[in-house]
């Protein structure tokens, strides 16, 4: 028998190379993920920004994408006010006022507002990471003088460069150089302009899912992924508005001497804000929608003696407590509800009501082809229909649970608009 060979004689050839799997390590050496991310912030930002004109609190009816800023906000009276948004690592330290990247966004809103002069409002630095701040017992002055937000408040309330007073006015002459303006020039700016701290960058896609889009009327009830979804195809409108793609086919017509229509390039930078914002889900097909006023009378309380009597000749006697909690808790739920969006009842409980009175109604003409009691058999079916309902037309019924809907199956059954059985003489209700 052969001796086995010694490992430490190996040569280089007879070892088998560790094959490593891609697919399994990420490559921190590549920055193109990340500068994708960073692109796709300044995107998710301009849906914050329409957000906020549709809710009334910023008075804008359009965004122009990557037009000569990240995004110039057209107002109603036909101003703009600019938006730079810088994403930086919070690790690398707060903004401070001799930051590359800040001086140079002054110095772009510097170009904007001589360009443009009064068509120009106002100014807004944004980003994830914080500004520095100095605190009022700091006996550093020369960083109290280049902190953003100080910096910015005392030449606010100075109208000449001869107002500005230490610490800030080394700051501001030392800005004044960077930038190669005028001081009245750059004074003017900056009375225009102010800071902002956006979301952070690892959170910004659920910040925008489930703090922004939930403000809109046309949101307010849809599941997380439907807002994911709707974030997406915004997020992908204001990509292609912020680049050069171009699919109007007036752009093979139109002269470049002398041209008779409009630029095509610059028309697809325009976002009209009431146009993007319309969630339509996605189909053209409308919502079926149940008019009138419901007849569930919320607070009323739960009939219990009717149910249990209901349940008890349907063969669910030990299904009342299971029923009963959840016709109490949908009760509470809804009242809670009324006061959380009180602009969308009574039409909503109106919606939820028909919803599961139809699929009750459905459930036992089935089960009633059976020979009694059938209420086991319909319990089951009505509970699958009504947890297909609460998944699939969770915007219809305000984006309810199934155990709301199974509740509201309890309070129908106690009103007696649901039997389980056949029918029968009941004895007067007891209302607990």
Request: hydrophobic letters at 35%.
């Amino acid at each position: 028998m052969d001796e086995p060979a010694d490992a430490s004689s190996k040569g280089k050839d007879d070892i088998a190379p560790v094959v490593a799997d891609p697919t399994q390590r990420r490559n921190t050496t590549d920055p193109g993920d990340a500068t994708s991310r960073n692109y796709r912030y300044q995107h998710a930002y301009g849906i914050i920004i329409m957000v906020a004109a549709d809710r009334g609190v910023r008075p804008y009816v359009a965004i122009w994408c990557e037009h000569h800023e990240d995004f110039l906000a057209q107002r109603s009276d036909n101003v703009f006010d600019g938006y730079q948004i810088k994403t930086s690592r919070p690790e690398s330290g707060a903004w401070k006022l001799t930051d590359g990247e800040l001086t140079k966004s002054i110095g772009r809103f510097l170009d904007l507002v001589e360009a443009f002069g009064d068509k120009i409002g106002d100014l807004f630095f944004v980003s994830n990471k914080d500004f520095d701040r100095v605190t009022p017992e700091s006996k550093n002055e020369r960083q109290r003088g280049r902190c953003p937000g100080l910096f910015l408040k005392h030449v606010k309330a100075c109208s000449a460069r001869s107002e500005i007073a230490a610490p800030f006015d080394s700051a501001f002459d030392e800005l004044q150089a960077t930038c190669g303006c005028s001081p009245e020039q750059l004074i003017a700016v900056l009375h225009r302009m102010d800071l902002v701290v956006g979301p952070s960058r690892g959170e910004f896609d659920a910040t925008i899912s489930n703090e922004h889009l939930p403000q809109l009327d046309d949101c307010r009830s849809l599941t997380p992924d439907q807002l994911n979804a709707f974030r997406d195809d915004l997020v992908a409108l204001i990509h292609r508005a912020s680049s050069l793609q171009v699919t109007d086919p007036i752009r093979h017509l139109r002269p470049l001497v002398a041209p008779r229509d409009g630029d095509p390039a610059l028309a697809a930078k325009k976002i009209v804000i009431a146009d993007a914002l319309r969630y339509d889900g996605g189909s053209a097909t409308p919502d079926f929608r149940y008019p009138g006023d419901p007849k569930l009378d919320l607070g009323a309380g739960l009939k219990s003696d009717v149910l249990e009597q209901k349940f008890d000749a349907a063969g669910l006697k030990e299904d009342i407590e299971y029923i009963s909690e959840r016709a109490r808790a949908a009760e509470y739920n809804l009242l809670e509800d009324i006061m959380r969006r009180p602009e969308r009842f009574p039409a909503l409980l109106r919606q939820i009501e028909q919803r599961v009175h139809g699929e009750l109604s459905e459930a036992y003409l089935r089960a009633r082809q059976q020979t009694a009691p059938f209420g086991p058999a319909m319990l089951i079916d009505a509970q699958d229909r009504l947890r297909r309902v609460a998944a699939d037309d969770a915007a219809i019924i305000g984006g309810h649970s199934y155990d709301c809907l199974v509740g509201v199956a309890g309070l129908l059954t106690g009103e007696c608009r649901v039997w389980w059985s056949p029918r029968f003489p009941l004895n007067p209700p007891v209302v607990t």
